[in-house]
């Protein structure tokens, strides 16, 4: 008799235990000491329960800071003769300071007949924080004519992008771009550029991000027609100071053309 008294009070106590520590968001914090019950899963927060960093897209920060990166692409055409594979080096410094981005890319490519410089390419970006879940950001470039050939000059470009966070971990994002193009025609009459995307994203977990979208890309030759992709792109935080990204490209409408990407990144501060 001694012994089920024992066990049903030991019962009774774990049961009221549990119930006192009972966590519906998960965050570590009891809801009995929990200011804010229903913070997302992948906010970090204080001892409060209350968010003390929210998960947002890439490149999306406030704080100064400077990366740079180095990475590798192969494409494939098989409609290009002679060039039908390309293999491309690629080196970008970014530095993000509150609202603004300022990003130089360069690269250096080879096919089977040919190799040399890629273009580079200056960016300055300004985002407004419409609400807390809502992101507008209005961007110019400028594309400097390093890759050599006949005719090529310098173009520039306004960015247009818009990016909504419905939940801590999602992202949902859509962008425009228009490129005045300035090269000589020397065969191909020549046209300004239009570019439209829209995709989505997700943080896995705090370090692992993932996204696809659809993008509709305009040739600057009159004679090519607009490319449709889907692009895939993960970034993984390796520590602090380090990250990684792949990307992938397959054109929907020509199966004979993709390509991918690797890049290292490291964050000076």
């Given at each position: 008799?001694?012994?089920?008294?024992?066990?049903l009070?030991?019962?009774?106590?774990?049961?009221?235990h549990a119930?006192s520590?009972?966590?519906?968001?998960?965050?570590g914090?009891p809801?009995?000491?929990?200011?804010?019950?229903n913070?997302p899963?992948?906010d970090?927060v204080?001892?409060?329960?209350c968010?003390t960093n929210?998960?947002i897209?890439p490149?999306?920060?406030d704080?100064?800071?400077?990366d740079v990166s180095f990475?590798?692409?192969?494409?494939i055409?098989?409609?290009?003769?002679?060039?039908?594979s390309?293999?491309?080096?690629?080196?970008?410094i970014?530095?993000?300071?509150?609202?603004?981005?300022y990003?130089l890319r360069?690269?250096?490519?080879?096919?089977?007949?040919?190799?040399g410089?890629?273009?580079?390419?200056?960016?300055?970006?300004y985002?407004?924080?419409?609400?807390?879940?809502?992101?507008?950001?209005?961007?110019v470039?400028?594309?400097?004519?390093?890759?050599?050939?006949?005719?090529?000059?310098?173009?520039y470009?306004?960015?247009?992008s818009?990016?909504?966070?419905?939940k801590s971990?999602?992202?949902i994002?859509?962008?425009v771009s228009?490129?005045?193009?300035?090269?000589?025609?020397?065969?191909?009459?020549?046209?300004?550029?239009?570019?439209v995307?829209?995709?989505?994203?997700?943080?896995?977990?705090k370090?692992?991000?993932?996204?696809?979208?659809?993008?509709?890309?305009?040739?600057?030759f009159?004679?090519?027609?607009?490319?449709h992709?889907i692009?895939?792109?993960v970034?993984?935080?390796?520590?602090?100071k380090?990250?990684t990204t792949?990307?992938?490209s397959?054109?929907?409408?020509?199966?004979?053309?993709?390509?991918?990407s690797?890049?290292?990144g490291?964050?000076?501060?």
């Amino acid at each position: 008799m001694m012994t089920k008294i024992l066990l049903l009070s030991l019962t009774l106590f774990t049961l009221s235990h549990a119930q006192s520590t009972q966590d519906q968001d998960m965050d570590g914090v009891p809801d009995n000491l929990d200011q804010c019950i229903n913070t997302p899963f992948l906010d970090e927060v204080n001892d409060k329960g209350c968010s003390t960093n929210t998960l947002i897209f890439p490149h999306e920060r406030d704080n100064g800071s400077l990366d740079v990166s180095f990475g590798y692409a192969y494409s494939i055409n098989e409609e290009q003769l002679d060039r039908d594979s390309q293999h491309s080096t690629k080196f970008q410094i970014s530095y993000y300071l509150n609202n603004w981005s300022y990003s130089l890319r360069t690269g250096y490519f080879n096919t089977n007949d040919d190799s040399g410089m890629q273009d580079t390419t200056l960016k300055v970006k300004y985002k407004f924080k419409i609400t807390k879940s809502l992101k507008l950001g209005l961007g110019v470039g400028v594309k400097l004519p390093t890759y050599d050939f006949t005719g090529n000059n310098t173009d520039y470009t306004l960015y247009g992008s818009i990016v909504y966070y419905p939940k801590s971990a999602l992202s949902i994002f859509a962008g425009v771009s228009h490129t005045f193009i300035k090269d000589d025609e020397i065969i191909t009459p020549l046209q300004d550029i239009n570019t439209v995307y829209a995709g989505s994203g997700y943080f896995f977990t705090k370090n692992f991000y993932a996204n696809i979208a659809y993008t509709y890309a305009e040739s600057k030759f009159t004679t090519n027609n607009p490319a449709h992709s889907i692009i895939s792109t993960v970034l993984y935080k390796i520590n602090k100071k380090w990250f990684t990204t792949l990307s992938y490209s397959h054109e929907i409408e020509d199966e004979l053309s993709n390509s991918a990407s690797i890049k290292f990144g490291y964050s000076i501060w």
